[in-house]
Nanobody, 129 residues
Framework: QLQLVESGGGLVQPGGSLRLSCAASGFTLDYHDIGWFRQAPGKEREGVSCISSSGGSTNYADSVKGRFTISRDNAKNTVYLQMNSLKPEDTAVYYC??????????????????????WGQGTQVTVSS
């Protein structure tokens, strides 16, 4: 069974940090682009960041650029999202997603939700004092 599982969410004060993890089971994340998305109540799902299958290309939403960092460890079959300088507006359910891109990949990744095939169940991040 192909599955993505997010972890690392929680309650943090403004200015704090969290690291989210996205672990795959039933398949390897090699040759997959990985995206992180978030959805706040009453808002549309937003593409936060993505990383290409090779790890050589990343992409960030303007709202998180300079504060969030995506990385991958294929040996651990896990992708991370390091979130620093968190703001109340970062509060949302965060999801990771994957799309296979083959051995060579595209050389870049895209943050559109429609691009992605496999999705996790999400982890709640709440930024509040």
């Amino acid at each position: 069974q192909l599955q993505l599982v997010e972890s690392g969410g929680g309650l943090v004060q403004p200015g704090g940090s969290l690291r989210l993890s996205c672990a795959a089971s039933g398949f390897t994340l090699d040759y997959h682009d990985i995206g992180w998305f978030r959805q706040a109540p009453g808002k549309e799902r937003e593409g936060v960041s993505c990383i290409s299958s090779s790890g050589g290309s990343t992409n960030y939403a303007d709202s998180v650029k300079g504060r969030f960092t995506i990385s991958r460890d294929n040996a651990k079959n896990t992708v991370y999202l390091q979130m620093n300088s968190l703001k109340p507006e970062d509060t949302a359910v965060y999801y990771c997603a994957a799309i296979p891109r083959g051995v060579y990949g595209l050389g870049y990744c895209r943050r559109g939700a429609w691009e992605y095939e496999y999705w996790g169940q999400g982890t709640q991040v709440t930024v509040s004092s």
